[in-house]
């Protein structure tokens, strides 16, 4: 009403030291707010949920409401994500149909597109285990051939074990000759998906989406040399340290120690004979 809070008060009849009062009470929560803020500062594209874990992971036990509260009062938010519809699937080769069943069982791969800060084009072949979630590799390249492809894979299945299938969509890396002649040669089964429809490779699409979310969408890369070194850290970010809630929030490499590859995943071709069946009849955390 544009009077004095001195006039406001006497009309009330209410002491002005009762109007001006505030509540002091000491900030028991200040520690614990700090890391809030922190984790959020760190991990941009991370929730409420996921700081609650990473809160967990770091030693803290706290009440997941606690950490709400004071996540709302630092005015904290992650943009939301328009969920799209889940669909089935047609073919008997789409990642609902066919789930993997152990490790090592259905691998998927896919190409990624992002560019330069001079507009230069960076190519990014994923490789998953869908049971474990793990992200096997992320070759960043300028260009990726079908030799490239074969060469990633020859790499993986030496160090971690020869998977039974492998699922993709029809682009031409993937269904060069050469890369299914190999693939064919030691026993590993190609799932192709049908054309455009990229939910039948929903595990990689999944990955894809936080890959271009938590990362691609936050970065400028300098040069590829700086892409490849970024990406590399985000990749052992998200096995060793990022809460997967499909794992009971557990990091992919932490739910892989657990797991151990049946025989069906050791390798069938001679070109592995040095290695024997117990290499992979191991923990790993890979």
């Not at 996921?50 to 409401?65: A, F, M, S, Y």
């Not at 300028?142 to 998977?163: H, K, M, N, Q, W």
């Amino acid at each position: 009403m544009e009077v004095s809070e001195r006039r406001a008060c006497k009309v009330l009849i209410q002491p002005r030291a009762t109007q001006r009062y505030t509540h002091k009470q000491p900030d028991k929560d200040r520690v614990l707010r700090q890391d809030i803020i922190r984790l959020a500062c760190k991990h941009k594209r991370y929730g409420c949920r996921q700081i609650v874990n990473l809160l967990d992971t770091e030693g803290w036990r706290v009440n997941h409401k606690r950490v709400h509260r004071i996540w709302k009062e630092e005015g904290l938010q992650v943009a939301r994500k328009t969920r799209k519809r889940s669909r089935l699937g047609t073919r008997d080769n789409s990642c609902i149909r066919k789930k993997a069943e152990h490790m090592n069982h259905v691998w998927s791969y896919d190409f990624i597109m992002d560019e330069t800060e001079s507009g230069n084009r960076l190519k990014m072949l994923t490789i998953l285990d869908e049971y474990t979630r793990e992200n096997l590799s992320i070759d960043v390249e300028r260009s990726i051939t079908s030799r490239d492809v074969i060469s990633a894979l020859e790499y993986l299945f030496a160090i971690r074990g020869v998977p039974s299938c492998i699922r993709s969509d029809n682009g031409s890396e993937f269904i060069a000759k050469a890369v299914r002649e190999w693939l064919s040669s030691i026993s590993v089964e190609t799932l192709y998906i049908e054309p455009g429809s990229p939910w039948e490779n929903g595990y990689t699409e999944s990955f894809h989406s936080r890959f271009r979310y938590e990362l691609l969408n936050t970065e400028l890369f300098g040069s590829l040399r700086e892409a490849k070194v970024i990406v590399e850290q985000w990749r052992q970010e998200y096995n060793h340290r990022r809460p997967h809630s499909s794992l009971g929030s557990l990091p992919p490499a932490k739910f892989a120690e657990n797991c151990i590859p049946t025989i069906s995943a050791t390798p069938q071709s001679p070109k592995y004979n040095s290695l024997t069946n117990d290499n992979y009849l191991v923990k790993s955390g890979t």
